[in-house]
């Protein structure tokens, strides 16, 4: 409920009817059987509207539903790699990883070690600096080579 003693109003056509008694905004906007809003309370006197509430929260609930629609989730994609891949497989891949990117999604590159090969894990960070120049234009790295377990992993962002 309103404090103040007067507001000024604003009628549901949008036309501003001057500042009054709140007790006399109220009962305007029951005659014509709508709801007395405070727009700006901040304002001197407060600014108040006639309004439909019910209507009012449904168009709401409508916008935030087709906001809600069209916005884009981003998604996280992982590519899979050996230390010593062969160069037709390794274009296969970046030709994914680019597209991923265009699509405006994440991409988790992930190097998985077996056996001996986690004693050379210099081959896997030459590779995953490797992928970082050949992306370079098109995404960042948000999170940089870093080993877990038997595999390394690095996480590239759409620029």
Known sequence: MIQVDKVRVIDDEGENLGVMYTREAIDRAAEVGLD????????????CKFLDVGKYRYEAQKKANAARKTQKTQELKEIKMRPNIDD?????KMRNVNK???NGDKVKLTLRFRGRELSHQELGMNLLKRVQEDVEEIAKVEAYPRMEGRQMLMVLAPK
């Open 88 to 92: 037709h497989d390794y274009d296969v």
């Open 100 to 102: 991923f990117i265009e």
């Open 36 to 47: 007395l809003v405070e727009v700006s309370p901040s304002a001197d006197p407060p600014v």
